[in-house]
């Protein structure tokens, strides 16, 4: 019976929690829907109205599949964005690499050493466009209204994506503190002493430079060695 609500009936059916049926879920999710549909049929019950059955059951899921849709626009993404970006770095120094005869091993180790600082770059941009490209095709497949209408809240879709979008700027500081001025430095010096030939007394300019003692920076506009 269904008492004061508008149905006649109400059936119950308990589906499966997936991860905890042994590999068994699909078929037990399957024998829920058949079963209400032969008990319908007994009741003689012409109509039958069904809501997601065992979407709402371990959270855990979703959010794995939310953030594995995320993760992977945004590697595709920020690969796409740094090739980009070393593309146009080759095509703006080819001009100056070409005529100093540098070996190909020498070029790429330059690029290499640049990679860091482009993926640094462009990983704020990178993860914006992940985030709407990856809610956009959820959008497109209805994926969204399926997840809203098994009881998810907008919070709890944007979760693993803030939880991610934290870890990764924790990851871009932790960069721009460790490996990108060491590889940065790198390339410089790979530039200017193996590609460009230039001395390594000549690399740094006697005016309007900045140098570090410990934790003090001193600002330079005119050294007379």
Known sequence: ?????????????????YGAENGRE?????????????????RSIKTIAFPCISTGASMSILHRYLLSQFLKNLLVFTFLATTLLLLVDFFD??????????SIGTTLLY?????????????????LIATLFT???LAKNSEITAMRCSGLTIFQ?????????????????????????????????????????????????????CCRTGKQFYSVDMFDS
């Open 1 to 17: 019976k269904a008492y004061n609500l508008s149905a006649k009936f109400i059936i119950h059916t308990v589906g499966p929690i």
């Open 26 to 42: 699909a078929e037990l999710l399957t024998n829920c829907y058949l079963n209400s549909l032969k008990l319908a049929e007994t």
């Open 93 to 102: 120094r080819i001009d100056n690499i070409t005529p100093e005869d540098a």
């Open 111 to 127: 690029f290499v050493y640049k990679t860091p600082f482009y993926i640094h770059v462009m990983l704020p941009t990178a993860v």
């Open 135 to 137: 809610f956009a095709l």
């Open 157 to 209: 879709l944007m979760k693993p994506i803030l939880l991610a979008g934290l870890g990764l700027s924790l990851i871009a500081i932790l960069m721009n503190e460790t490996l990108v001025p060491y590889s940065s430095r790198s390339a410089h010096e790979i530039y200017n002493l193996d590609i460009q030939k230039k001395y390594k007394s000549g690399i740094y300019s006697q005016s309007n430079y």
